[in-house]
């Protein structure tokens, strides 16, 4: 006879979600028991890690993953991972155990309004009605979670679910008895308001792109629907220079959205509001491509562009869409815009801009800057390496030296909470182990999932930890400064010593406090076997927020 767990783990083995993140609880014990062989489960030390694995790897691996957290405490814990994972879009299937049916009634110990905890960030939270609806509704969080936009789906099981009868054909773990639907996820965006859209970009004198993590996004999409995917920025690209529009990165960055080395690439937008008007202020037409217009941070008000330009927002995202503050919105999948609008678009005649300049080559010194590190860093790089990045205060420097070419090349976390790239980082090793995965993350950020170097050394995941030390927040420093305050208390980590916390957990390391030991420490850690943590001192100078206020 057929039970539900039976169902259940049928359905997992015929999505691709056979690797669970998770750290296992009594109301989980029903689904773990004597998991067939077939299944890895990926222990975490904190839920919010198990979370954060999960995120590297759907997101590297192009499919939703599956997180198991412990009913109540342990779907809480992992809630500052969600909102970073519903922020992202990253597509996860997040279960609970909860407690027994038979006394819920009663609010014994470990019972937890799990649904209601989830919903503010997850596309939906159920409870199943009965114990034979659990392998459909799981089916339901699977499509839920791919369809644009994708996003972190809840389900809450009650632990005696998993061992009710099915009411099946079949008996045992290998016998599927759920007929598994299969969704398109990709929507093509209305082609009269494509040809409206294409209309504006031919009048334009001076049109510019803005690119975001929707580009990344549908070409992950493609590459799950089957379709040839040779580059996933060609469209892009091709749409660029047939406009001859310069074209920048949205600010936040959660993927990489264009390849930087193009002569078109112009760099990242600011974030605050004044400073993104002045920079697209000289052209006539704004075309943004999978991102909001704009994500700002910190509140310097102005325009969103000046009087008379022009703003075309393509994006996967109703709310993005319902969102936009000027200008029209196109729904739909952007790569299929993209080479809808490349179709409709003669090529200009205007001349091709100016390239941005490069970033000057930084001087060693000792102190280490900042800029000496990211310059380091990218010289012994493979071209073809992932980047995960929460250098935070860094972040404006590492983006002018490490520079990538490919939509999987970069993750980090568009809600901007820390936490995200240490197990992501993981995740994403796991998912593509023949990738070179670097975690680049500050002294403060790394401490928010420590825990993440437990399961690298434990499942030996080679992942290279560039640990930029300025021994305290200055991210929090800058805004400090910028608004004028002079003292605020917490804001320096004096004492950390970053080599011998990775070492109790099993990863081995170093601490680099010179120029001449930065280039053998990286390369010690890129050919590692298993993880390796660099701690590199840095100045601690504290950058500006923002260079023009």
């Known amino acids: 006879m057929a039970t539900v767990r039976d169902a259940t783990l049928g359905l997992l083995r015929e999505l691709g979600m056979t690797t669970i993140f998770g750290n296992p609880g009594s109301t989980e014990l029903p689904l773990l028991r004597d998991l067939p062989e077939d299944f890895r489960y990926v222990l975490a030390l904190h839920e919010s890690s198990a979370l954060g694995m999960a995120e590297g790897y759907a997101r590297l691996g192009g499919n939703a993953a599956l997180v198991n957290l412990h009913t109540a405490p342990g779907l809480g814990n992992a809630m500052g991972a969600m909102v970073t994972a519903f922020h992202n879009r990253t597509p996860l299937v997040v279960t609970a155990g909860q407690q027994h049916r038979g006394h819920i009634s009663l609010e014994p110990m470990l019972k937890g309004e799990l649904v209601e905890l989830a919903k503010p960030y997850v596309k939906r939270s159920h409870e199943p009605y009965s114990a034979e609806d659990v392998p459909r509704e799981l089916l339901r969080a699977y499509h839920t979670a791919m369809t644009a936009p994708q996003g972190p789906v809840f389900l809450s099981i009650p632990m005696d679910d998993l061992d009710a009868d099915y009411g099946g054909s079949g008996e045992g773990s290998g016998n599927r008895t759920l007929p598994v639907t299969r969704v398109s996820y990709r929507t093509a965006p209305d082609p009269v308001a494509l040809e409206e859209a294409a209309a504006v970009l031919m009048r334009a004198e001076r049109p510019a792109i803005v690119a975001g993590p929707g580009v990344a996004r549908s070409f992950a999409a493609a590459r799950v629907a089957g379709e040839r995917v040779e580059d996933g920025f060609e469209g892009v690209v091709a749409l660029a220079e047939r406009l001859k529009a310069p ?120 102190p280490m800057s900042v800029a000496y590190v990211m310059d380091t860093l990218a010289g012994v790089l493979p071209q073809e390496s992932v980047v995960a990045d929460e250098s935070t205060s860094s972040k404006a420097t590492l983006r002018k ?149």
């Open 247 to 366: 074209v920048w990165q949205e600010g936040v960055v959660a993927l990489a959205a264009f390849p930087q080395r193009h002569p078109l690439f112009m760099g990242y937008l600011p974030l605050a509001q004044k400073l993104v008007a002045k920079t697209l202020a000289p052209f006539d037409c704004v075309l943004v491509l999978g991102c909001r217009v704009f994500p700002y941070y910190p509140y310097l008000p102005g325009p969103v562009v000046r009087e008379g330009t022009e703003v075309i927002l393509f994006t996967d995202d109703p709310q993005e869409a319902a969102g936009i503050p000027v200008g029209r919105a196109v729904l739909g999948d952007v790569g299929l815009a993209v080479s809808s609008l490349s179709q409709m678009l003669p090529e200009a005649p205007r001349a091709m801009p100016e390239p941005a300049q490069k970033a000057e080559k930084p001087e060693a010194s000792e």
């Open 401 to 549: 030296y490490v520079l990538k070419e490919s939509p999987e090349s970069v993750i980090t976390s568009e809600a901007g909470g820390l936490g995200f790239c240490m197990p992501a980082s993981v995740g994403a090793k796991l998912a593509r182990p023949e990738k070179t995965v670097v975690c680049v993350i500050g002294d403060g950020s790394s401490l928010y999932s420590v825990q993440s170097l437990w399961t690298a050394a434990t499942y030996g995941v080679a992942v290279a930890f560039v640990v930029v030390n300025n021994r305290g927040y200055s991210i929090l420093k800058s805004f400090r400064d910028l608004l004028g305050i002079e003292s605020v208390p917490g804001l320096d980590l004096p004492g950390l010593d970053l080599v011998g916390i990775a070492s109790g957990f099993g990863v081995p390391g170093e601490r680099v406090e010179s120029p001449e030991g930065l280039v053998p420490a990286l390369e010690r850690a890129l050919s590692a076997e298993g993880p390796y943590l660099v701690d590199a001192l840095v100045s601690r100078e504290v950058p500006p927020l923002v260079k023009d206020g």
